[in-house]
Each structure stands twice: as structure tokens, then as C-alpha cells.
């Protein structure tokens, strides 16, 4: 089934959303496909999906981590209509267990496993992309990761706003959009040559760099931890460095997640979300200190 759709982008998206339709005799998943196919239309509005004999070819890695996110759905898809077979990975099980008994958390450790396994299997293919290519892929896993913690540790993720984690992440809501469609956060074209790191974080929307500076990055130890132990996955904790993105990223150019932009917006905002269980290496704290 995936191999059939593997080099037509449309297809691929009609695959995934059909995961969600097919619930004959069973509770509905259907609204659960909203930030699902959020993430994948971001994904081929930037061509990154693209067969590799187009006039843009896509990315080897985009590709093959949406792949295995297909193949471990639609796996756990007939493992629960009773076909012979086996879990191939651990992510597989979360699907099943999110389709035996369907939650917005189940549905962020099942999404969120596979997209982890593909991030570790892939690394190899992570490598050979354009040195831009690689920073966005550390910002996708910092996103998706936040908002996992949104519903799963919301005192974590937002601190005294705890309450509105849910409103904020739920996957079947609009408001999980921000954080998974990325469409206002990052490019949308690939590749990204003739382009600079400056010039992706200038174009970033006012709300996403807000985000990202003043509540994602300085509990960036915090939600990798969290998110390890979710997973049951703790290799997730060897893509970061004293508190800074390290899948594809260079640590060395690791200014690229500060800002001396919005110093008050991003102080106040740091402040309404801070959050007692953050616990974080010391260099990142005495940054988050010193802005």
C-alpha cells in the first residue's frame, strides 16, 4: 500500500487521512487526522515529499520518515482487524494501543514514536541534506515534542497557563495547527539553497519566534527528557547538548536558537510560563538568564 503511493505526494496524503476513515463497527478517529495531515500538507507544499525523478526532486529524508509513519499506522491498522502479522517496532504498538482505545495523548505517543524511530533510523539521510535542511528538522522534533508535553505535562509546557495545554495541542483542534502545520514558522520550498539561517529566522511570524525563545527552547531539556520517558526512547536525549538541538544541527552554531529581538515580549511571556519542574544543564540556564 505504501510502496504504491511512495512517489505521488496526493496519493501519500489520501493514504493517511484514509487510516482515519476506516473504522467500520468501531468509535471514530476520523477528527484525530486534523494535525496529521496539518504536518504532511506543509510537507508538500514544500516539495519535500516529491518523487525523486521530478523536475524538483524531494527529500530523501522527509520521505522516508513519512514513510514509516504510514507503515506503522496502517501496520497496526490490520494488526487490530485480527491479520496475521507482527509489531515490527516498537512505535507500531502505540498505534494499536491509540486505535484500541483512542485519546489525544495515545494519538501524540503513536504520532510521535514514529516520527522519533524515523529521526533515529534516518540520521544517515539527515546528513546528506543542505546544512538549512538540517536546522529545520531539529525545529520540526523541538515543535512536535512541546506539544506532546502540552497534554501530557501541561505544568511543564506552560507553567501557570497548565489549563489551556489541551485547547492549545489537542490534535483533532485548530489550535494544534500552530504547532504542527509550521507553514508560518518555517520555508516552504525545498530545497533551501541561496538561503541563509538570518533570513529563515527573519521570516518567521512574530508569534512563532515568541514561542520558540521565550517558552520552547529554555525547557528544551525538560520536553526531550519527558519526551524520552513518553516514548520509552532514550536516545531521543543524545539529540541534544547542554540543552541545545543537536540531531542535524551543528552545536557550534547554536546561537541560531537565541534572539536579542522583542527582549520585554519574550522576558513577560517567559515569565506567565514558567514552569517549577524545569530542570536544565547549566549553560542553558545562565543563556536564559543572561537574555
Keep these: 500500500m505504501v510502496a504504491a503511493v511512495r512517489d505521488d505526494p496526493a496519493r501519500r496524503l489520501e493514504l493517511a487521512a484514509r487510516f482515519y476513515d476506516r473504522r467500520i463497527g468501531r468509535v471514530s478517529i476520523r477528527a484525530y487526522r486534523r494535525a496529521e495531515m496539518a504536518f504532511m500538507r506543509w510537507q508538500i507544499s514544500r516539495g519535500v515529499l516529491a518523487a525523486p525523478t521530478a523536475d524538483r526532486p524531494g527529500s530523501p529524508w522527509w520521505r522516508a520518515v513519512n514513510e514509516g509513519l ?24 502505540c498505534w494499536v494501543r491509540f486505535l484500541r482505545r483512542p485519546s489525544a495523548e495515545a494519538w501524540y505517543r503513536a504520532h510521535n514514536a514514529s516520527i522519533v524511530a524515523g529521526y533515529l533510523a534516518h540520521r544517515d539521510l539527515a546528513q546528506q541534506e543542505h546544512p538549512l535542511e538540517r536546522f529545520v528538522m531539529d525545529v520540526a522534533l523541538v515543535r512536535v515534542l512541546y506539544a506532546h508535553s502540552l497534554l501530557t505535562a501541561p505544568r511543564l509546557a506552560l507553567g501557570r497557563l497548565a489549563p489551556a495545554g489541551r485547547l492549545l495541542a489537542d490534535p483533532r483542534w485548530r489550535g494544534a ?101 524545569i530542570d536544565q544543564p547549566e549553560e542553558t540556564q545562565q543563556a536564559e538568564d543572561d537574555a
Design 177 to 277: 495547527d500552530v504547532f504542527l502545520s509550521l507553514h508560518d514558522i518555517l520555508p516552504d520550498r525545498y530545497p533551501l539553497d541561496g538561503v541563509t539561517v538570518q533570513e529563515i529566522l527573519e521570516a518567521e511570524n512574530y508569534l512563532g519566534r515568541l514561542v520558540d525563545y521565550a517558552v520552547i527552547l529554555p525547557r528544551a531539556h525538560a520536553l526531550y527528557a519527558h519526551a524520552a520517558s513518553e516514548l520509552n526512547e532514550p536516545q531521543l536525549l543524545d539529540m541534544l547538548r547542554d540543552g541545545w538541538p543537536v540531531y542535524a544541527w551543528p552545536y557550534d552554531e547554536r546561537h541560531v536558537w537565541t534572539t536579542t529581538k522583542a527582549p520585554l515580549a519574550i522576558r513577560t511571556l517567559r515569565k506567565l510560563t514558567r514552569s517549577t519542574e
Design 70 to 93: 504510514l507503515l506503522d499506522a496502517w501496520q497496526a491498522e490490520l494488526l487490530v482487524s485480527d491479520q496475521p502479522g507482527t509489531v515490527s517496532r516498537p512505535s507500531v504498538a
